[in-house]
């Protein structure tokens, strides 16, 4: 399972910390990523790493402002958001896979959304 948490409401120039705990037959991928979905448009890639090689990837629009981390003692995510704009409002997934680099089309689970809400 991936549990996700650490969405909610923020301002323009904001920071948000998202959160994602794998369990379970998760723990056997070895890549976890964060999509977002906004209304009405298709889930877009975010922001991925390697659990065991500290590879990263960015979607550009978030390069400067986001980081992923991880921390393989407690099998958690981290999107730390930073800088935060309203076009970053969207329902955020986390999700594992172990094709690098981490897309849509090699997701093995997905983790429930968490919602972030940014107001300008």
């Known amino acids: 399972q991936l549990q996700a948490s650490g969405g909610g409401l923020a301002q323009a120039g904001d920071s948000l910390r998202l959160s994602c705990a794998a369990s379970?037959?998760?723990?056997?991928?070895?890549?976890m990523g964060w999509f977002r979905q906004a209304p009405g448009k298709e889930r877009e890639f975010v922001a991925a790493?390697?659990?065991?090689?500290?590879?990263?990837n960015y979607l550009d629009s978030v390069k400067g402002r986001f980081t992923i981390s991880r921390d393989n003692a407690k099998n958690t995510g981290y999107l730390q958001m930073n800088s935060l704009k309203p076009e970053d409002t969207a329902v955020y997934y986390c999700?594992?896979?172990?094709?690098?680099?981490?897309?849509?089309?090699?997701?093995?689970?997905w983790g429930q959304g968490t919602l972030v809400t940014v107001s300008s």
């Open positions: 999700a594992v896979g172990s094709v690098w680099p981490l897309d849509r089309s090699h997701i093995e689970h």
């Open positions: 379970g037959r998760t723990l056997s991928s070895n890549a």
């Open positions: 790493i390697r659990w065991e090689l500290y590879y990263t």
